[in-house]
């Protein structure tokens, strides 16, 4: 049996909404005709924004999904903290825009954040409970 079976479920939900946010980048700088960087372009900026986003949060968050289920965290613990990683980057995908800080935007950051708070106080607490 996988050690980490939970974790590798969210892992590959989240690879598929990257495969997403690339796809999006990718058919921008067809359309604009930019190879690298964003030419000015602020559609491709905004795509682009929102797949580094992605990138810069969850492979931490899955590193902690995976290091507390391998410490042995309860399944609905690693269940909660996919799940608010799951939503949360979608709805911070959603609600990123390029001139305002919208609800979906603040919601999915704090979900997001809420999902690593919770893999931290878990993987804490059973460190110094032993």
Same mark, same amino acid.
């Given at each position: 049996?996988?050690?980490?079976?939970?974790?590798?479920?969210?892992?590959?939900?989240?690879?598929?909404?990257?495969?997403?946010?690339?796809?999006?980048?990718?058919?921008?700088?067809?359309?604009?005709?930019?190879?690298?960087?964003?030419?000015?372009?602020?559609?491709?900026?905004?795509?682009?924004?929102?797949?580094?986003?992605?990138?810069?949060?969850?492979?931490?968050?899955?590193?902690?999904?995976?290091?507390?289920?391998?410490?042995? %965290?309860?399944?609905?613990?690693?269940?909660?903290?996919?799940?608010?990683?799951?939503?949360?980057?979608?709805?911070?995908?959603?609600?990123?825009?390029?001139?305002?800080?919208?609800?979906?935007?603040? %919601?999915?950051?704090?979900?997001?954040?809420?999902?690593?708070?919770?893999?931290?106080?878990?993987?804490?607490?059973?460190?110094?409970?032993?």
């Amino acid at each position: 049996m996988n050690a980490v079976l939970i974790t590798s479920i969210y892992a590959a939900v989240l690879a598929l909404i990257m495969i997403a946010l690339s796809s999006h980048v990718s058919m921008q700088r067809g359309k604009a005709n930019v190879s690298i960087l964003d030419g000015g372009n602020a559609e491709l900026q905004l795509r682009i924004r929102r797949h580094g986003n992605f990138i810069e949060n969850v492979p931490l968050a899955l590193l902690l999904m995976a290091l507390a289920e391998l410490d042995g %965290v309860g399944h609905n613990w690693i269940h909660a903290a996919g799940l608010l990683l799951v939503v949360g980057r979608i709805l911070h995908a959603l609600g990123l825009s390029a001139n305002k800080a919208t609800p979906l935007r603040m %919601v999915g950051g704090v979900l997001s954040t809420l999902s690593v708070l919770l893999m931290v106080g878990n993987i804490l607490y059973i460190a110094f409970a032993k």
